[in-house]
C-alpha cells in the first residue's frame, strides 16, 4: 500500500519537472494567487520523531487552518549543504529551507530578509539568545529564523571516572587531562575526534583552543592572529592530551567512530551532541545509567566555550510568494506550534528563545540542562570574527583541525602553527 | 588447456593454496557483513569476546531494514536506473563503436579521441555545471537525471569495449550482405550485431556495474527517499546523524550484490569472452 | 573462441530501389557520421558543455550562490601555492600506482591461479567478483569495522597471543590509513583484473606453451615470454579503466576518511568536494578538480608509450 502511494508521488514529481520543464520552454508565467503549497526542505533528524512530528502534526494542522499544503523534504546527513547549494545556484526547488553553521551569509543574496518577522517572534517569545544573532544576522539584517542548537558536550563514563577519585566532571582542562591519564592507565582512554568528520572534531578543539585565549583572526574577519603564544600553549596541552589520554585510532576517527567506541565501551569520555545518550538510554540501557553530560571545561583564561551548531530556517528569493513563507514561519514558531516540535526531541535542539530557558523539555531528562547553559558561551568557528565565507573555506580545509592532529601525531608545535597560519592567510586573503 | 596430472601435493600448491588466499581476501568481508547484519547490537558493540562468531543470531536488522525503510524502492530504483541507463549507452556506444572500427571516413580520427578524452574529464568537474544543467531541465529530484547522467560515465567506455569487439569479427559476413544488396543499417543490424552478443554482454554487466554502484551525482541529484538508488538511500537513511546503524547497512549491503552475483554467474562466461575477444586481436 | 561457424541466413535481398537519397545514406562517410553525431550530440551536451563551463568557473572567484568575478589563473596560483593541494597531488599519485601495480600483480596471479581445471569453477569465479559489485559505499562501511582496531580480526589476534595491544591504528596512523585504502582499493578492483586477464589468458593456444615446453622453456620462461607478451593488450586496458578510476576516487575515501588524518588520504576528487561544497568556493573547486586532469593524461600517455600493442 505504501509503495503504491510512494509510486504514484514519484509520477507526480515527474509530471511535475515535465510541466515546469515545458512551461520554461514556453515561457508560461506562474500563477500570481496564492501558492496551494510550499515545501520545507529539511536534514533528516537524528531523532526520527522530529520529522514525523512536523509531517503528520504540523503539516496537516496548517493546511487546516490555511488551506496551504506544506511539503516536509528531508535530505540525508552531510548532503544538505549540497542540495541548498544546488537550489540557490538554479533558483529552483525548495521555497525554504533549514540552514546551519555560517549559511546565512554563504547563502545571503538568495534568502529572503526576514528582519521583520524575527523581531516579531524574538519579541513574543522573551527575546533571542545572543548565540542565534552570531548565526542569523549578516550586514544588520536577519536572513533566517533561528530554531535550535545542537550542542555538544563532554560525554563521560561516571562510574569509571568515580573509580579513579574523580567524583564530579573536572572544571579544568588541566583537570580533565589529570583524571584521563589515570582512566588511561585503568584502560578506559579517553577518545577525542582528532579526524575529518563534520562536527566532533570542530566541537572540541575550536573551544580548547578559545579557552586558551587564542583565535584564528581578529574580530575584523581580516587580520589573521593564529600565530601567538596562546596558541602555542593550547597546541602543546592538546597534545599532551593525546599522548597521555588516548590511543592513536583517534587521529583517523570521523563523528561515527566516537559513538561506535563509547558504546562498545572502549573510551571513558569523548565530546559529542546527545546522540550517545540518546541511543545508550535505548540500545545500552546499563551504559545509559552510568553516563553523564558536562560542559566543557575552562582554559587558563578563565573561560569555557563551546561549538555553536545552529538549525536556522530560511527562505529562498526564488520562492513565488515570500509572503506565504513568511506567514508560514510566524505560525510555525508560534510556542503552540514550536513548542511541541521541540518536545519530540527530547532537548536535542536547545531553543534559541528565552522564553524556553524553564520549559518542561529541560526537565524531561535533567542530564540535559548543560546544553542550556552551554548556550552563553557558544560560538560559531572563526569566532570572534564574524561569519564570512573565508571562515567556511578554513572549516572545509579543517585548518584548525589539522594544526591540532599535526601537532598530536608529532609535528613541532612552531611548525603546525606556521602551516596554520599559511594556510588562514591564503584564504583571508581577500576579505 | 591440458590437464597435468600430478601429485595431490603439487596440485594443491599450485591451485588450491593460491586459491584459498585469494578467497579469503576476496569474501572476507562479505563473511563480516554476514555476521555484522545478523548480530545483535549488544554483541555487535562488544569488543570483548570472538569477533568472528554471531552468538545470537538475529532477523531483526532485516526485518528492520525492509519494513522501516524504503530499501525495497530503493533497490527498484537502482534497477530500473542501472537497465536503462546501460541500455543508453550500449545503443549510444554501438553508434560510436561501429562505424570507428568498420568503416573508414573523414573525421574517424578526430572522433575516436574526442572519445579517448572524455574518459579523462574528471566527474568531479562536472557535478558542479552538470548539477545546473538537470535543474535547469527541472530534473533534479527524478530518476530521469541519473539516468541521463550516468551514460556520460559509461558511454566512452561501452564504445571502447565494443570497438574492440567489433574489430574481430571477420568482414567477410557483411560483404556478402551488401553483395545481396542489403542497406548499411540492415547489414549491422542482421548480420553484425547478431555476432557481437558476448560484446554486448561484456559491456553491458561492466555498464550495469558501474551504474549501480554510482555514488556522487546520485548523492547531488536525489535527496528525496523514493527516488534513491541503495548507495545514497543506505548512507542517508540509515546513518542518523553520527549513529551508523551498522546491521541493517550491512544487510542492505548483501542483500543488494548477492542476487546481481548470482545472476552474473550465468554471464561470466560471455563476459570474459566478449572482453577479450576484441583485445587480443586489436 | 576460434569456431563460430558462420551459419547465419543473410539479410534478405530486395528489389534494388535506387533512390538519391538512399545512395547518399549509403555512402560510406555520410552513413558513419549519422550514426556518430547522435551520441557525440549527448557527449558534447553532457560532458562538453559542463567540461567547458568548469573550465570557465576554475577562471573565476566564484563564491556559491553569488556573482562570479573572473581572475584569471589566480586559482591555480593558490592551488600552486597550498600546500595541501601538493600532499593532495602526492596522495593521489601514490593511491594510484600502488593500488594499480597491486591489482596488476595480484590479479595476474589470481588469473593463472584460476587458469586451472578445476571444480566449481564457475561458482567460484562468479563470487569471486563479489567485491566488484556490492556497492562501494556499503562495502567500505564493512572495512569501516575490519580496520578498527578494537574489533580488527588482525588487532584481535595480535591481543589474543599478547604480541601487542591494541595492535597497529589502521585509520589513526597517516601512513597506514594511505596502505588501508590502498587496500581496500586492491579488494575492489582485484575481481575485475582477475576475470579479465583469465579472459586473456584463456585465448591463448595451449599449441604455444607446447611448443615452447618442446624447446625446454622453463615455466617462468613460458610465462615470460609467451603469457606476458600475448596478455599485454588486456593488461594495458585492464590497467587503462583502473588507472582512470583510481585516479578519480572518490567513495571510499568520502566515507573512511573524509581525507583524515590531517589530510593523509585526501585525494584530487575530495578535496575538490570539500573545498566547492564545504566551502561554497565553486571557482578554486573547479580548479582543483581540473588541475587532475594534466596529471592523469599523462599517466595515461607514458603508459599508452609503454605498454600499447602494436597496431596492424
Not at chain 2, 561492466?206 to 551504474?211: I, R, V
Amino acid at each position: 500500500m505504501a509503495n503504491i502511494v510512494r509510486a504514484a508521488s514519484r509520477r507526480d514529481v515527474l509530471t511535475i519537472s515535465a510541466a515546469t520543464f515545458v512551461g520554461g520552454l514556453f515561457g508560461a508565467a506562474r500563477a500570481g494567487a496564492a501558492p496551494q503549497s510550499l515545501t520545507m526542505m529539511h536534514e533528516s533528524s537524528f531523532i526520527p520523531p522530529y520529522d514525523a512530528y512536523f509531517k503528520n502534526t504540523l503539516a496537516p494542522a496548517y493546511l487546516k487552518a490555511t488551506g496551504i499544503k506544506i511539503n516536509y523534504e528531508t535530505t540525508s546527513v552531510g548532503s544538505q549543504q549540497t542540495r541548498v547549494t544546488t537550489a540557490a545556484e538554479t533558483g529552483n526547488g525548495p521555497d525554504m529551507t533549514q540552514i546551519g553553521f555560517n549559511w546565512a551569509f554563504l547563502f545571503d543574496e538568495k534568502l529572503v530578509d526576514v528582519t521583520d518577522i524575527a523581531q516579531e517572534i524574538g519579541k513574543k517569545g522573551g527575546g533571542w539568545h545572543d548565540a542565534a544573532a552570531e548565526a542569523c544576522i549578516v550586514n544588520g539584517k536577519w536572513k533566517a529564523i533561528p530554531f535550535g542548537n545542537i550542542g555538544q558536550l563532554m560525554n563521560y563514563r561516571m562510574d569509571w571516572f568515580s573509580e579513579v577519585g574523580v567524583k564530579d566532571f573536572p572544571d579544568t582542562w588541566d583537570g580533565l587531562l589529570e583524571a584521563g591519564t589515570k582512566l588511561k592507565k585503568a584502560g578506559h582512554p579517553f577518545g577525542f575526534e582528532l579526524g575529518h568528520g563534520f562536527g566532533d572534531n570542530h566541537g572540541w578543539l575550536y573551544p580548547l583552543l578559545w579557552s586558551y585565549g587564542a583565535r584564528e583572526v581578529e574580530p575584523d574577519g581580516k587580520t589573521v592572529v593564529i600565530d601567538a603564544d596562546e596558541t602555542a600553549r593550547a597546541v602543546d596541552f592538546c597534545r599532551k592530551f593525546f599522548q597521555q589520554t588516548m590511543e592513536q585510532d583517534t587521529l583517523g576517527w570521523t563523528d561515527v567512530s566516537n559513538n561506535k567506541a563509547y558504546l562498545a565501551e572502549q573510551i571513558s569520555c569523548t565530546n559529542n551532541a546527545e546522540s550517545i545518550l540518546y541511543i545508550a538510554k535505548k540500545d545500552f540501557p546499563d551504559i545509559g545509567k552510568v553516563t553523564g553530560q558536562a560542559q566543557n571545561p575552562k582554559g587558563p583564561t578563565g573561560q569555557r566555550f563551546h561549538i555553536l551548531n545552529p538549525w536556522s530556517h530560511a527562505i529562498f528569493t526564488h520562492t513565488p510568494d515570500q509572503k506565504a513563507a513568511k506567514d508560514f514561519m510566524v505560525w510555525l514558531m508560534d510556542p503552540k506550534q514550536v513548542g511541541g516540535w521541540y518536545d519530540v526531541a527530547v532537548s536535542y535542539y536547545a531553543p534559541f528563545l528565552h522564553m524556553f530557558d524553564d520549559a518542561p523539555l529541560w526537565h524531561a531528562e535533567p542530564r540535559n540542562l548543560p546544553y542550556r547553559d552551554s548556550l552563553a558561551t557558544s560560538h560559531l568557528p572563526g569566532w570572534p570574527a564574524p561569519i564570512s565565507r573565508p571562515q567556511s573555506e578554513s572549516v572545509a580545509k579543517y585548518v584548525v583541525v589539522d594544526m591540532f592532529a599535526k601537532a598530536c601525531a608529532g609535528k613541532s608545535t612552531k611548525e603546525v602553527i606556521a602551516d596554520a597560519n599559511a594556510q588562514l592567510k591564503q584564504i583571508f586573503r581577500s576579505a | 588447456m591440458i590437464v597435468q596430472r600430478r601429485g595431490w601435493t603439487t596440485r594443491s600448491l599450485k591451485l588450491w593454496l593460491p586459491l584459498g588466499g585469494f578467497m579469503l581476501f576476496t569474501l572476507f568481508p562479505f563473511y563480516w557483513m554476514a555476521i555484522t547484519s545478523l548480530k545483535p547490537n549488544s554483541e555487535l558493540y562488544n569488543r570483548k569476546i570472538m569477533p568472528l562468531i554471531v552468538y545470537h543470531p538475529t532477523l531483526k536488522h532485516y526485518v528492520d531494514l525492509l519494513t522501516e525503510t524504503n530499501f525495497l524502492l530503493w533497490t527498484w530504483n537502482t534497477f530500473l536506473v542501472a537497465v536503462v541507463s546501460t541500455a543508453i549507452s550500449l545503443v549510444f556506444g554501438v553508434m560510436l563503436a561501429y562505424p570507428l572500427a568498420r568503416m573508414r571516413f573523414a573525421g574517424a580520427a578526430l572522433i575516436s579521441f574526442a572519445v579517448a578524452a572524455t574518459y579523462l574529464v574528471p566527474q568531479p568537474l562536472l557535478f558542479i555545471p552538470l548539477a545546473d544543467i538537470i535543474n535547469q531541465l527541472g530534473l533534479g529530484d527524478t530518476l530521469t537525471s541519473v539516468i541521463l547522467t550516468y551514460p556520460t560515465l559509461l558511454v566512452p567506455f561501452c564504445a571502447w569495449l565494443l570497438m574492440g569487439y567489433f574489430r574481430s569479427v571477420p568482414h567477410e559476413l557483411e560483404d556478402a550482405a551488401r553483395i545481396d544488396g542489403a542497406t548499411r543499417l540492415q547489414t549491422m543490424f542482421k548480420v553484425f550485431l547478431p555476432l557481437c552478443i558476448p560484446g554486448f554482454i561484456s559491456a553491458g554487466i561492466f555498464a550495469f556495474t558501474l551504474a549501480q554502484n554510482e555514488f556522487l551525482y546520485a548523492l547531488i541529484f536525489l535527496t528525496q527517499t523514493d527516488v534513491r538508488t541503495v548507495p545514497v538511500g543506505a548512507i542517508s537513511e540509515l546513518v542518523k546523524g553520527d549513529v551508523f546503524y551498522w546491521g541493517q547497512l550491512m544487510a542492505a549491503a548483501l542483500l543488494g550484490s548477492v542476487p546481481v552475483a548470482i545472476i552474473y554467474s550465468f554471464f561470466v562466461e560471455h563476459y570474459v569472452a566478449g572482453l577479450t575477444a576484441g583485445a587480443v586481436k586489436q | 573462441m576460434s569456431a563460430s561457424a558462420p551459419t547465419l541466413a543473410a539479410a534478405t535481398p530486395r528489389a534494388p530501389r535506387r533512390s538519391t537519397f538512399r545512395q547518399w545514406t549509403e555512402r560510406e562517410g555520410v552513413f558513419s557520421w549519422l550514426m556518430v553525431i547522435p551520441p557525440l550530440l549527448f557527449l558534447i551536451a553532457l560532458v562538453g558543455y559542463p567540461f567547458v563551463y568548469g573550465i570557465w568557473l576554475s577562471l573565476q572567484d566564484r563564491p556559491v550562490a553569488r556573482a562570479g568575478t573572473f581572475v584569471g589563473l589566480a586559482n591555480f596560483v593558490a592551488d600552486w601555492k597550498d600546500p595541501v593541494f601538493w600532499q593532495v597531488t602526492q596522495n593521489t599519485f601514490v593511491y594510484t600506482i600502488a593500488a594499480t601495480l597491486l591489482k596488476m600483480v595480484g590479479g595476474l596471479a589470481l588469473a593463472l591461479v584460476m587458469n586451472q581445471e578445476f571444480k566449481f569453477k564457475n561458482t567460484i569465479r562468479a563470487l569471486m567478483l563479489l567485491p566488484f559489485i556490492v556497492p562501494t559505499v556499503l562495502s567500505t562501511i564493512a572495512w569501516m569495522w575490519i580496520l578498527d582496531p578494537a574489533f580488527s580480526i588482525i588487532n584481535w589476534l595480535l591481543r589474543y597471543f599478547a604480541i601487542a595491544n591494541p595492535g597497529p591504528s589502521w585509520l589513526g596512523n597517516p601512513d597506514l590509513a594511505m596502505l588501508s585504502l590502498i587496500i581496500v582499493n586492491t579488494w575492489r578492483g582485484l575481481p575485475f583484473y582477475a576475470i579479465t586477464l583469465l579472459a586473456g589468458l584463456q585465448t591463448i593456444s595451449p599449441d604455444l606453451y607446447e611448443a615452447a615446453t618442446i624447446d625446454g622453456a622453463s615455466a617462468w620462461h613460458r610465462f615470460r615470454w609467451v603469457t606476458l607478451p600475448l596478455l599485454r593488450p588486456v593488461i594495458f586496458i585492464v590497467t587503462m579503466f583502473s588507472v582512470i578510476f583510481t585516479f578519480a576516487d572518490f567513495q571510499l575515501v568520502y566515507v573512511l576518511t573524509r581525507g583524515g588524518p590531517a589530510n593523509a588520504t585526501h585525494l584530487y576528487a575530495t578535496y575538490a568536494f570539500d573545498v566547492a561544497m564545504g566551502g561554497g568556493q565553486l571557482g578554486m573547486g573547479a580548479s582543483i578538480a581540473l588541475a587532475m586532469l594534466p596529471p592523469l593524461a599523462l599517466i595515461i600517455f607514458a603508459m599508452s608509450l609503454y605498454m600499447k600493442p602494436n597496431k596492424t
